[in-house]
């Protein structure tokens, strides 16, 4: 089964605009949520992470909000440019039972339009 | 650094052949893994390492083989190559703390397979 469901599949936002990309988990063991970004052609690279203890972590224009009771979590993009037109994945992984493994959703391509 | 390097970057097999795919990163983490990227499905954990002589199985490991002799490589081995594992292939390594912490993964920039 899916243990991280990603939506939506594909987002097209003018520049200036907000991006919302949202995931859930069902796994309440995940200790770790980080997300990534993939240009065409390149290997993804970590952009912003939490842990859950907090429910909100900011890296200048890049926010995830994170809600423990609710099993989800968000990447937002505060005034989206064309560069940032790429592929996001969420992920979750936990330390339990040694199990050193990422799960990702299945991604977001991301659209802004100049 | 290099960070983390694989070769080839593309290749083209037919059904039934052999090959493998390596991969090597110059800064020292223990922690090494294979992914495969197909439309629509994401990153899928083929397998993974958690140091030298130390490897485990992930999500879809039928059809692979790895093995860990040094910290630096972790090479992907198909036996016998098959259509369905036409796809992207991208190793990453990390550093652990403690005995089961990843922290950020450094992708590679991958490896496109076509088996026809």
């Known amino acids: 089964q899916q243990q991280v469901k990603q939506s939506p599949q594909s987002l097209i936002v003018q520049k200036g605009g907000i991006s919302i990309i949202n995931c859930a988990y069902e796994?309440?063991?995940?200790?770790?949520f980080p997300w990534y970004q993939q240009f065409p052609g390149k290997g993804p690279a970590l952009l912003i992470a939490i842990r859950p203890d907090v429910s909100e972590k900011k890296e200048g224009r890049f926010t995830i909000s994170f809600n423990k009771s609710a099993k989800q979590f968000s990447l937002h993009i505060m005034d989206s440019q064309p560069g940032d037109s790429a592929t996001y994945f969420c992920a979750a992984s936990t330390n339990q039972g040694g199990s050193e493994k990422l799960v990702f959703g299945k991604g977001t391509k991301l659209t802004v339009n100049p | 650094n290099a960070g983390v390097t694989q070769t080839p970057k593309f290749q083209v097999l037919k059904t039934g052949q052999s090959m493998t795919l390596q991969c090597a990163q110059d800064m020292n983490h223990e922690y090494m893994s294979w992914y495969r990227q197909d439309p629509g499905m994401g990153l899928r954990l083929i397998h993974y390492s958690v140091g030298a002589g130390i490897t485990d199985q992930g999500e879809v490991p039928n059809g692979y083989n790895v093995s860990r002799s040094t910290t630096e490589d972790f090479p992907l081995r198909l036996l016998s190559a098959a259509p369905s594992q036409t796809s992207v292939y991208f190793c990453a390594s990390s550093a652990l703390a403690g005995t089961s912490v990843i922290y950020e993964q450094y992708f590679g920039p991958g490896t496109r397979l076509t088996v026809t």
């Open positions: 796994n309440t063991a995940f200790d770790y």
